[in-house]
């Protein structure tokens, strides 16, 4: 063999080699990130939401991750073990249809529609629909004092429609991409009232110190369930006796009032605790 035609066998040869190192590298760091959810949960909750799920310095803080962390206890995983997933609204029937998580809490309110594609455990809590104002406002105490009145609520949301049609045909409507943007806009004089539901403006006002409150006059009912595939009637009747047992040796209601601290917040007791039974029979 010429110099010519060895040189040339060698580059393929290396050639091949490397390909070959290549191939067993990427299959090895995929094994990787297979092995590292082997043996743990994945749990889908909120990034932004402060004190419902928030993720804060490389920690999540807040009441669904109180509920989520308790849960995963009663299905013998230790925190440790939670792999925690961002759910944002519009993924989250994708991120379980997928299996990209078990489980999501995520101020997921349980539906008819969102039945037909995932079932539900829960309900872990029952919120309502309520407004956010500042500390000092007086003259908003319902959603019938917002006419003429600016209202900030989130694009994708259809809270201030709800005020809109049904309490206040001539309120302002003004919408943002998240909650804490809302805040800062009621808190900045811009808008004169936030509305979502009552637990999520809890959170706000807890994360003003006091420069925020919710009026407290809940107008709609949310079932907030625990996402799971559909079908897994075993998986919703454990989640339910956690969430039973939460309830019933204080851990839920004190779930609640680490998450609102500072703020004068009752759940809606006519609904609160609930009795979680959903998803159990298909």
Known sequence: MNKRLSSMAGRIARTAVAAVCTVACVLSVAA?????????????IKFDQPGLGFKKSGTYVGFDVD???????SLGYSEDEIIWKEAPSKQREAMLQNGDVDMILATYSITDDRKRVVSFAGPYFVAGQ?????KGETGI??????N????????GSTSAVTVKERFASKVQLMEQPGYAECATALL??????????DIILAGLASASRGRLRVVGKPFTVERYGVGIKKGDTKLASQI???ITQMIQDGSWKRAIDDNTKGVAYTPNAKYNPPT???GEKQ
Request: aromatic content about 2%; charged content about 25%.
């Open 32 to 44: 990787c990130g297979a092995d590292d959810e082997a043996g743990k949960i994945r749990i889908g």
């Open 148 to 155: 003429g009145k600016r209202l900030c609520s989130v694009t």
């Open 276 to 278: 979680p039974t959903e």
């Open 67 to 73: 509920v989520a962390k308790y849960i995963a206890k």
């Open 141 to 146: 105490n319902g959603p019938q004092d917002l």
């Open 240 to 242: 339910n006796n956690a």
């Open 188 to 197: 900045s004089g811009i808008v004169d009232a936030v509305t979502t539901d």
């Open 130 to 134: 309520d407004l956010l104002v500042r």
